[in-house]
């Protein structure tokens, strides 16, 4: 679902390009916009933009990570050395993978600079599936990656999270434009209903910020366990909204939206390492 060839590095890459060099279309579209809307309505829709783009960029990584590629755990590979061009030594690390049901193949890392490793270890080496379901013997891993994947794609889903709840509260506060109409007042039960349910979301939220920090086991655990708490709090508050029937329906998508992301983070973040 990714680009083929597409590594880690060209989705931060592609992530780089569109945090910074996003800000000039979604400024052009503030322009265009600010004729209609009003000045502060247009630099929401602009910012709510920009926020969908870090998104998408995080979801791409997110798809890289959990359905276009595999972490493998392959034994110890064999090295093979060669002499390059210019006369310094480089070797090839081949790793052997049998599979139940299909013929031997290999994972082959070419050209690496230096002498062979005195004692290889076995390692977990990241392949794409397409590859793995293709018929050739010699397969390629995708280049190591530096750091974690999962907390990049984490970073700019935050970006893109900011985007969007910062983008929505502009609009929200923005004043000028044609008034809306009034929608009429809910029945008292759903009023106060919706007003408890709200209330459980911004616990729900607050907890979801200060709970990893006490949560026993890695950090990774942490970090899931506020991911989905913080989903737990948009679905409270689209509840909330439609209870006490003050959601307008952008509002509603941007709650969906951003629920969503989160637990599709969460997710990457058990699955996708």
Request: net charge positive; with cysteine; hydrophobic share 50%.
């Amino acid at each position: 679902m990714t680009p083929a060839g597409w590594s880690l590095e060209q989705f931060v890459l592609l992530g780089a390009a569109w945090m910074f060099g996003g800000l000039l279309p979604a400024g052009a579209l503030a322009l265009g916009l600010r004729r209609w809307v009003g000045r502060d309505r247009s630099l929401g829709v602009a910012m709510i933009v920009w926020g969908l783009g870090n998104l998408a960029v995080a979801a791409l990584i997110g798809l890289y990570l959990r359905v276009d590629t595999v972490m493998l755990t392959l034994p110890a590979p064999r090295c093979e050395a060669a002499a390059a061009a210019q006369g310094g030594p480089v070797h090839t690390l081949v790793w052997p993978l049998r599979r139940a049901g299909e013929p031997a193949r290999e994972v082959v890392l070419q050209g690496q600079p230096g002498e062979c490793p005195l004692a290889p270890q076995a390692e977990r080496l990241r392949v794409r599936r397409a590859a793995l379901a293709g018929g050739e013997r010699l397969l390629t891993p995708e280049p190591g990656d530096d750091n974690d994947p999962a907390l990049v794609m984490l970073a700019w889903g935050g970006f893109g999270l900011f985007g969007l709840l910062f983008g929505s509260a502009w609009l929200a506060n923005a004043g000028g434009g044609r008034a809306a109409a009034t929608p009429p007042p809910p029945a008292g039960w759903r009023g106060s209903i919706g007003a408890l349910i709200a209330q459980l979301g911004g616990l729900l939220l607050l907890a979801a910020v200060v709970t990893p920090f006490f949560l026993p086991g890695s950090t990774m655990r942490g970090l899931q366990f506020g991911l989905r708490g913080a989903a737990a709090a948009m679905a409270c508050f689209l509840l909330a909204n439609l209870l006490r029937g003050s959601g307008h329906p952008a509002r509603l998508l941007l709650l969906v939206v951003a629920g969503g992301a989160l637990l599709g983070m969460a997710d990457v973040l058990q699955h996708g390492r």
